[in-house]
């Protein structure tokens, strides 16, 4: 199964994308996603857990520095996730990737670690820049 981002793009600081992650449509599944989560790696940087959604309850997770600013959701019926990002700045600039868990949704302590999520999309750039 392939995750597909899409969304991404530039942008000047101060403005606003919406990423979308979705089962890429070769990807024939009935299976619903525990989670879905974002991360980003900016160059010369490691990967980095963004934000994070159970898909059963809601439960939401986010890292301190997009607090405010991001907000994660996403469609069940679809089997879609978001990434509403806002007042974006330089320091967002990054490729952001999309993940899906298929077992569990991971907890408070775990959501940002790379090994709980099962499937991955490509990536999308996002670059803030004036």
């Known amino acids: 199964l392939q995750l597909v981002e899409s969304g991404g793009g530039l942008v000047h600081p101060g403005g606003s994308l919406r990423l979308s992650c979705a089962p890429s449509?070769?990807?024939?599944?009935?299976?619903?996603?525990?989670?879905i989560g974002w991360f980003r790696q900016a160059p010369g940087k490691e990967r980095e857990g963004v934000a994070s959604i159970s898909m059963s309850d809601g439960t939401i997770h986010y890292t301190d520095s997009v607090k405010g600013r991001f907000i994660i959701s996403r469609d069940n019926a679809k089997n879609i996730g978001y990434l509403q990002m806002n007042n974006l700045k330089p320091e967002d600039t990054a490729v952001y990737y999309c993940a899906a868990a298929e077992y569990f949704a991971p907890d408070a302590d775990t959501w940002d670690v790379e090994d709980e999520y099962d499937y991955w999309g490509q990536g999308t750039q996002v670059t803030v820049s004036s």
């Open positions: 449509a070769a990807s024939t599944t009935t299976l619903r996603f525990f989670a």
